[in-house]
């Protein structure tokens, strides 16, 4: 079986897996230069169908619920700048002030009607119309353009479940076969939930133990970084590096607030108080802490929550394998204290498990409804992008006269590197394949 994973979502990505095997994922970011791109990944699934050596059996789609609006606009390129408008000219008089406002008649600007496949797709999209129904109406047009674009049948393409693709990316990414699992997930929101709980009995079988949409660590993570005057859903790993310059005495205010937001309650994360949002309600509540201290006490709370959940799911289960994906899962802090916890066996957390690798879940999760889960291989690496043959490094070296500009260093070893960066020597690194993720840097990065 033939499988391509396509993500149209934050990060648009695709994926190609046969029997099992992730045989390549990519995003379109690496194509289109576009960080976190929000659009649908052609070039992205025209490689992966590639890998898949031009043929598929069998296409498959997360997140069942997708906004198109957050697509026609492509939400997560907006900066610092504009989202600050957008919460004042937007979200405020929306939530404060009860005005009915569409969206694009206050960002018109922010609409890409060319965008691929251009404005005959989008066009038949009602964007004025309720979320839901541009929703429902996206759903039919999402498979559609799949179809055209791949020239297949629409039977052969189908949504998976937001959470369950982050659940099956996280269980079937690790090694974990034969004995159970605990599979968390953890984000902003994704087809209206934002946590859920699954029980892998290391058998083929899965039991959902719980799903929420109350755990909302994902979200005030997301606008605190605003808050911060950082970019959401790209920023959030300098919030967390930030955290450690804050000490006790600076972090405990905002620690507090934040505290008030969650308690968990056996394997649930339940709401303790429910703010009107996420943006205005923080800002007027952390107006007299300091910015480290924000993300001190921010990244505390988080390490607590995440920490007493996986505690009590383990006490109450009894079982000690953990797998934990979702965005939640990008702060490696946290992951680094839920592996501390004293009764835990294993923990695998499968590289950049926000949304980019929902489209692995989805090939993943497709997998085991076909084959035994012991014959579905792990994400033993993340090398599965675009590679490049020497004669055509060599080729694009000499047209842009790369030489002259540079020393270029061939078959270097990684203690040559390390010795270079100690001489505070600005290096580029190009070799194998890209590296898949949001965080990638092993194979083609600067140091
Ligand atoms: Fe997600």
């Given at each position: 079986?033939?499988?391509?994973?396509?993500?149209?979502?934050?990060?648009?990505?695709?994926?190609?897996?046969?029997?099992?095997q992730l045989v390549a994922a990519i995003s379109e970011e690496r194509f289109n230069k576009v960080k976190n791109y929000v659009g649908y990944p052609r070039k992205a699934v025209e490689y992966c169908l590639e890998a898949l050596g031009g043929t598929v059996d069998k296409v498959l789609l997360p997140s069942i619920e997708m906004d198109p609006l957050l697509v026609l606009t492509h939400w997560t390129r907006r900066d610092v700048e504009q989202r600050m408008r957008e919460q004042n000219e937007y979200w405020y008089p929306k939530i404060y002030e009860d005005k009915d406002l569409n969206y694009l008649r206050v960002f018109p600007e922010t609409a890409d009607f060319e965008q691929y496949p251009g404005p005959h797709f989008w066009n038949q999209i009602d964007f004025g119309a309720p979320k839901e129904i541009r929703i429902k109406q996206f759903q039919g047009l999402r498979k559609q353009l799949v179809a055209d674009h791949l020239g297949i049948e629409l039977e052969q393409i189908e949504f998976k479940a937001h959470h369950l693709c982050h659940s099956?990316?996280?269980?079937?990414?690790?090694?974990?076969?034969?004995?159970?699992?605990?599979?968390?997930?953890?984000?902003?929101?994704?087809?209206?939930?934002?946590?859920?709980?699954?029980?892998?009995?290391?058998?083929?079988?899965?039991?959902?133990?719980?799903?929420?949409?109350?755990?909302?660590?994902?979200?005030?993570?997301?606008?605190?970084?605003?808050?911060?005057?950082?970019?959401?859903?790209?920023?959030?790993?300098?919030?967390?590096?930030?955290?450690?310059?804050?000490?006790?005495?600076?972090?405990?205010?905002?620690?507090?607030?934040?505290?008030?937001?969650?308690?968990?309650?056996?394997?649930?994360?339940?709401?303790?108080?429910?703010?009107?949002?996420?943006?205005?309600?923080?800002?007027?509540?952390?107006?007299?802490?300091?910015f480290d201290a924000v993300a001190g006490g921010l990244q505390k709370f988080l390490e607590e929550i995440v920490v007493e959940w996986v505690q009590n799911a383990?006490?109450?289960?009894?079982?000690?394998?953990?797998?934990?994906?979702?965005?939640?899962?990008?702060?490696?802090?946290?992951?680094?204290?839920?592996?501390?916890?004293?009764?835990?066996?294993?923990?695998?957390?499968?590289?950049?498990?926000?949304?980019?690798?929902?489209?692995?879940?989805?090939?993943?999760?497709?997998?085991?409804?076909?084959?035994?889960?012991?014959?579905?291989?792990?994400?033993?690496?993340?090398?599965?992008?675009?590679?490049?043959s020497q004669a055509e490094i060599d080729a694009f070296i000499a047209?842009?006269?790369?030489?002259?500009?540079?020393?270029?260093?061939?078959?270097?070893?990684?203690?040559v590197i390390a010795d270079m960066l100690d001489k505070n020597a600005v290096i580029g690194i190009f070799f194998g394949k890209m590296e898949f993720g949001a965080r990638a840097l092993g194979a083609c990065g600067l140091g």
């Open positions: 079986m033939k499988i391509l994973g396509i993500t149209l979502d934050a990060n648009s990505s695709a994926c190609a897996m046969i029997e099992g099956s990316y996280a269980y079937y990414g690790s090694p974990v076969r034969n004995e159970p699992a605990l599979s968390f997930t953890a984000d902003g929101f994704g087809d209206y939930w934002c946590a859920s709980l699954r029980l892998f009995d290391g058998k083929g079988k899965s039991t959902l133990l719980m799903q929420t949409d109350e755990a909302l660590l994902g979200r005030l993570y997301r606008f605190t970084t605003l808050n911060l005057k950082m970019k959401p859903l790209e920023d959030e790993y300098k919030v967390m590096g930030l955290a450690p310059y804050a000490t006790e005495y600076h972090w405990r205010k905002p620690y507090e607030i934040f505290r008030k937001l969650l308690e968990v309650e056996g394997v649930q994360i339940k709401l303790k108080e429910k703010p009107k949002d996420f943006f205005f309600h923080y800002k007027k509540k952390l107006e007299s802490c300091r383990i006490e109450e289960t009894g079982v000690r394998n953990i797998v934990f994906s979702g965005g939640v899962s990008m702060n490696v802090k946290a992951m680094m204290e839920v592996s501390k916890i004293p009764q835990l066996k294993t923990l695998h957390v499968p590289p950049s498990g926000a949304d980019e690798s929902l489209c692995i879940g989805a090939a993943y999760h497709e997998s085991s409804l076909i084959m035994p889960h012991t014959s579905i291989k792990p994400v033993n690496n993340a090398y599965l992008g675009k590679g490049y047209a842009n006269n790369l030489g002259a500009k540079y020393k270029i260093v061939e078959d270097v070893s990684s203690d």
